[in-house]
């Protein structure tokens, strides 16, 4: 355990071989995190995905620079990763906690007529949705 406490270092006392050890680590610790996290978290941009990885980003970055226990860091990274992928997996499969974490879909344009309405509840203006469609289009 000493070997341990030597290579990585603990507090804010890290020499630039503890850190980068931290750092090759953290890398890898990571990747595994996001192929335990799935496709879903990184790949659809919603809201309720997002928290994961500011969470992710936040918890790691502390394990990195010394800020909290290592071990303890990525243990927290890991938790949070499999509690998003547990409730992830629930909320698939019951519809109402589903529109708890995830919300409501709206719709916002049909038939040639946007709905102003849905617009004013998501706090989407017609300019904003026209952005959305070109970014998404990858159009100027």
Not at 73 to 98: E, N
Not at 103 to 123: I, S
Request: proline share 1%.
């Amino acid at each position: 355990m000493e070997l341990l406490s030597n290579l990585f270092g603990h507090g804010d006392d890290l020499t630039p071989l503890q850190m980068g050890l931290r750092a090759c680590t953290l890398y890898f610790f990571a990747l595994i995190l996001i192929r335990i996290s799935g496709r879903r978290t990184f790949g659809t941009k919603t809201a309720y995905d997002h928290v994961v990885v500011i969470l992710l980003s936040a918890i790691l970055s502390r394990a990195a620079v010394g800020d909290s226990p290592y071990w303890s860091t990525v243990t927290a990274g890991f938790v949070i990763v499999s509690l998003h992928r547990l409730l992830a997996w629930i909320s698939s499969r019951y519809h109402t906690l589903g529109r708890l974490t995830k919300g409501k879909e709206m719709l916002l344009y049909n038939n040639c007529r946007f709905h102003h309405d849905n617009m004013d509840k998501c706090l989407i203006s017609e300019r904003d949705l026209n952005e959305s469609v070109r970014l998404t289009a990858n159009t100027n």
